[in-house]
């Protein structure tokens, strides 16, 4: 019996390993600025701090953070096997960070009126994962 590929089918979804020192050390309380020195590639650590700069109205140091931590977890994801698009879900948590900087990068550009990148970024996040953009836009 022959089998045959489904190509309509998308690429699969793409999974960045865990780091699990960088999260726990996130986890237990750690500064996020101490984390993201410590661990420059975690991009949970540059989400926090986009969240917390954008939260006390420093709009353009929480774009310059988030597009750090956006683009650390580009390469993590490439390295992953990640071929430019394709689901990126939220359910595995590892994911979250990226799924977070792209979110604040997207919510800091339209901050500052770079309204074409804030498209891009959300039309990005809601491609990859419609799940990250039902959790962040709760907050």
């Not at 650590?45 to 597009?67: C, I, N, P």
């Not at 071929?83 to 990068?105: T, Y």
Request: aromatic residues 8%; neutral net charge.
């Amino acid at each position: 019996m022959e089998t045959h590929e489904n190509l309509l089918a998308g690429p699969p979804p793409t999974l960045i390993p865990d780091n699990p020192d960088a999260r726990g050390a996130l986890e237990s309380g750690a500064k996020p600025s101490d984390v993201a020195a410590r661990f420059p590639a975690y991009s949970a650590a540059w989400a926090a701090l986009a969240d917390e700069f954008f939260a006390k109205g420093h709009a353009v140091t929480s774009y310059a953070f988030a597009r750090t931590g956006y683009h650390r977890g580009l390469d993590q994801l490439r390295r992953a096997g990640w071929k430019g698009h394709g689901p990126i879900p939220w359910e595995h948590a590892p994911n979250r960070g990226f799924l977070r900087c792209l979110h604040a990068l997207a919510r800091a550009a339209q901050a500052i009126g770079e309204k074409d990148e804030a498209e891009r970024c959300s039309t990005f996040l809601r491609d990859s994962s419609p799940e990250a953009v039902k959790a962040l836009n709760k907050h």
